[in-house]
């Protein structure tokens, strides 16, 4: 029972935050992984250690560079107010940004194969197959929560019981 549990926290916690972190990857990029489930792959506890910190790392630089993208953001908006913005100065802002999403995303990617190199290639696979079997699990049990409504989903029936509504 409280593996059944474990499974839709881990899913829940690695797939939000890698996917929201690492859009464009497929499945996102591992980078937070919880306690729960390095109790389960039964990862010592120096090697626990290590990952804390890099994941604690990885989270303050991300807190940081949004901070600073934030701030930039704002002083675009101040620049674009006006009916004839600076250009040049537009264009910096907007160099700036990238150049901080890319840092930003290196160390993610960083963060990723450092703790994979920490777990192993045979920890790191069970982990995975964890992950895959928790997101199968969930599928499961909201098949019809995938993607946007497309309009020709079927709909409750309506007090006729003819399905329109």
Request: glycine share 6%.
């Given at each position: 029972?409280?593996?059944?549990?474990?499974?839709?926290?881990?899913?829940?916690?690695?797939?939000?935050?890698?996917?929201?972190?690492?859009?464009?990857?497929p499945?996102?990029?591992p980078?937070?992984?919880?306690?729960?489930?390095?109790?389960?792959?039964?990862?010592?506890?120096?090697?626990?250690?290590?990952?804390?910190?890099v994941?604690?790392?990885?989270?303050?630089?991300?807190?940081?560079?949004?901070?600073?993208?934030?701030?930039?953001?704002?002083?675009?908006?101040?620049?674009?107010?006006?009916?004839?913005?600076?250009?040049?100065?537009?264009?910096?802002?907007?160099?700036?940004?990238?150049?901080?999403?890319?840092?930003?995303?290196?160390?993610?990617?960083?963060?990723?194969?450092?703790?994979?190199?920490?777990?192993?290639?045979?920890?790191?696979?069970?982990?995975?197959?964890?992950?895959?079997?928790?997101?199968?699990?969930?599928?499961?049990?909201?098949?019809?929560?995938?993607?946007?409504?497309?309009?020709?989903?079927?709909?409750?029936?309506?007090?006729?019981?003819?399905?329109?509504g």
């Amino acid at each position: 029972m409280k593996r059944l549990l474990v499974l839709p926290i881990i899913l829940l916690i690695c797939t939000t935050s890698a996917i929201a972190q690492n859009p464009g990857y497929p499945g996102g990029l591992p980078t937070r992984i919880p306690e729960q489930l390095l109790e389960e792959l039964d990862v010592d506890e120096s090697d626990r250690e290590e990952i804390r910190a890099v994941q604690e790392e990885t989270r303050k630089l991300k807190e940081e560079t949004e901070l600073e993208i934030n701030l930039i953001r704002a002083q675009l908006a101040r620049l674009l107010y006006y009916p004839d913005p600076d250009m040049r100065e537009v264009e910096k802002q907007l160099d700036r940004s990238s150049e901080l999403r890319l840092e930003m995303e290196k160390a993610q990617i960083r963060a990723y194969v450092r703790i994979r190199q920490i777990l192993g290639e045979e920890t790191w696979e069970d982990m995975l197959r964890i992950i895959r079997a928790a997101r199968a699990q969930a599928e499961r049990r909201q098949p019809g929560q995938q993607g946007p409504r497309t309009g020709t989903e079927s709909r409750q029936p309506g007090p006729t019981g003819s399905g329109s509504g």
